[in-house]
Each structure stands twice: as structure tokens, then as C-alpha cells.
């Protein structure tokens, strides 16, 4: 099955490229349709241009009442034939107006282990606390921020002299390997919610090694 992806960026969009590159080695069965942005100078946007992929910007100054911006981005999207929606860094808060056409087919990626960490400065929080396991996490979205169904995390080390900018990268790295993966799980059907527990059909139970997520990657993610 090959899902119609709409993703929504606010900058960078290093997740973005993640998914575009996978995407393209044909890892993870998805057509990605549009790249929407509230912000017209994300790099995120380009990436999806230099890939061919149709962009649109809505600027949230446009649209002083936040559901009605909502309401254009959900347009936007259903233009494109999208059914399935990644946030890579888009933000914004979302609300019902959003959330309710596309029930239970958001997902968004969280620069933590979630529930801890919520919020803005992810990275810095985790620095500043002193973790030792960092870590990100995708989830659904729900109407709570940081708040849905978890459907993998990923860890990674974090050691002493850490700063938001040295452990984030670290942390970044580890997005980009399973956000792609929770991508392709939804492309395969295979992924489930139940009340609070996120179910991914045939997924392995545990790994170790140099990285650790859980559920395990599969190949090709698990390179
Ligand atoms: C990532 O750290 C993601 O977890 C957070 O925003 C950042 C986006 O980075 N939600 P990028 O735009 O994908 O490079």
C-alpha cells in the first residue's frame, strides 16, 4: 500500500529530508504530496522543491483566529489528496479543526522521551537536567501537546558537559531513523492504537547495541 503523505514544517526540515530520501530508495512506501509551511523562508521548503515536491505556505498572520488557519491547512492537504499527516517540526498547535478530518492519521516527532521533556527546548531541558538516556519519540497527535500514542522512541546517550546543541544533534540523528520507520509501519498497515498502547504488528520486542528503540528497527532502518 502506498499512503499520500502531507508534511508540515516550520524550519530546517532535516526530518523532512529523511523522510524524502527514504522515500525515494522506495523504504518507505509513501507518496509524498505536498510540504506545507507556516513559515515562507523554512529550508523545509526548499528541500521539497529540489525533490519535486508541490509546496504551499499559509502564514499564520494571515489568519488571526487559529481555526481558521487550520481550516486552510486541512484544505490545502485535501487538495493534495493527502490522508496521511507528518509534522517534522511544524510549530504550531493544532486544533480540532485540524485534528478532526484527519482523526487518528496525524503523527508528529518530539525531540525526547516523552512524557518527558514536553514542550519547547526539548534538548536543552535534557541537557540542563543532567539525563543520562536522551532520547525522541513518535507519536500521534492528540488535541494535548506531546501528548498521543507513542509509537517508537528512540535513545541515545547523553554525558556530562552536554549542551542543548551537541546532545540535539546526537538526538537528531536518532529522529531520522525512526521517524522514516514509524512512517513505513503506517504505510504497511501494521500499526494500531489502542486506548493508550500503540500496537505495530510482527514488530520485534527488544534490541541493544550502539542504538536502542523500541520497538527494534528493521532493515533498512536499522542502518
Ligand atoms: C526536531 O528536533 C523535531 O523533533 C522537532 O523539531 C525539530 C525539527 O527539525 N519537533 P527539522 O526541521 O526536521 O530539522
Known sequence: MTIALGVLVSGSGSNLQA????????SIDADIRIVISNKPEALGLDRAR?????TACALHADFPVREDFDREVVRLLRG???EWVALAGFMRILTPEFLTPFAGRVVNIHPALLPACAGLHAQRQQAEHGVRLAGCTVHFVDEEMDHGPIVIQGAVPAFPGDDAESL???ILEMEHRIYPQALQWIAQGRVRVEGRQVLVDGAGRACGGPFWTNPPLESPFDR
Open 80 to 82: 493534495a489528496g493527502v
Open 50 to 54: 529540489e525533490a519535486g515536491i508541490p
Open 19 to 26: 523522510i524524502i530520501d527514504r522515500v525515494r530508495e522506495g
Open 168 to 170: 540535539g544533534a546526537r
